[in-house]
């Protein structure tokens, strides 16, 4: 059973349409990712935080906000979408440590995200 | 030169089947390896690190070659439920780069 949750786990939304992607996280962990996975593509690192403060910013559009409240909780706020960004958003976590445990990264099931 | 590169695919063999594939990383300078399993619509798993020196773990066999710059999973005696994609998973400064996976699927 995977300790990190995202909801929603399908999303339809218009190109002027606000949403958000919520992602938590049960396993104490210090790291939260956001990646993108479009199909036959290998998956697209988007947003890393450590300690909650923004690490990497991959050269995402700004219609991608993440937002790190805490260590457990991260989010992607989109808005203006386009089309293109349908995809299967991942969200993932990694515990502290040496570089032997930051290599494992947990991931959430996924949000679906289709753009009309 | 994509970071990771793998064949996608399918290798389509029998159970009890033997199957292996190959991944290629263009960083000679990346510290670690894995590989992750991706179920059809589930989110990537970690199957298993790839050590230098080659390592098991049950009928899957992890090898690594720096020299050529690729790695290698072997799966032995495949069962039905090893049907999946194999993501090669590649740590540079600890980012990982994800090639595009390996489908495999065992038939009975």
């Known amino acids: 059973e995977t300790g990190v949750t995202q909801t929603p786990r399908h999303l339809v939304m218009g190109m002027t349409n606000k949403k958000s992607l919520k992602c938590e996280q049960h396993?104490?962990?210090?790291?939260m990712y956001w990646y993108k996975q479009s199909a036959k593509k290998p998956l697209e690192l988007m947003f890393v935080?450590?300690?909650?403060?923004?690490?990497e910013n991959n050269s995402v559009p700004s219609r991608f906000s993440p937002e790190c409240p805490n260590s457990s909780h991260l989010f992607l706020h989109l808005h203006t979408l386009q089309p293109e960004d349908s995809a299967l958003y991942l969200c993932?976590?990694?515990?502290?440590?040496?570089?032997?445990?930051?290599?494992?990264?947990?991931f959430g099931p996924g949000t679906r995200l289709t753009v009309l | 030169r994509k970071e990771v590169e793998q064949d996608p695919g399918p290798f389509n063999v029998p159970e009890g089947a033997t199957v292996a594939f190959n991944c290629t990383y263009s960083?000679?300078?990346?510290?670690?390896f894995f590989w992750y399993r991706q179920d059809c619509r589930k989110e990537p798993k970690l199957l298993m690190s790839?050590?230098?020196s080659g390592n098991e773990d049950g009928r899957f066999t992890a090898q690594l070659n720096r020299a050529s710059q690729y790695i290698s999973l072997l799966i032995r005696d495949s069962k039905l439920s090893d049907s999946a994609t194999y993501l090669c998973?590649?740590?540079?400064?600890?980012?990982?780069?994800f090639g595009a996976g390996t489908t495999v699927t065992v038939r009975a």
């Open positions: 998973v590649v740590n540079n400064d600890y980012k990982l780069s």
């Open positions: 790839v050590y230098s």
């Open positions: 396993l104490g962990h210090n790291a």
């Open positions: 960083n000679s300078a990346s510290q670690s």
């Open positions: 993932a976590s990694s515990p502290p440590g040496a570089s032997g445990d930051t290599d494992t990264q947990y």
């Open positions: 935080y450590n300690f909650k403060e923004q690490t």
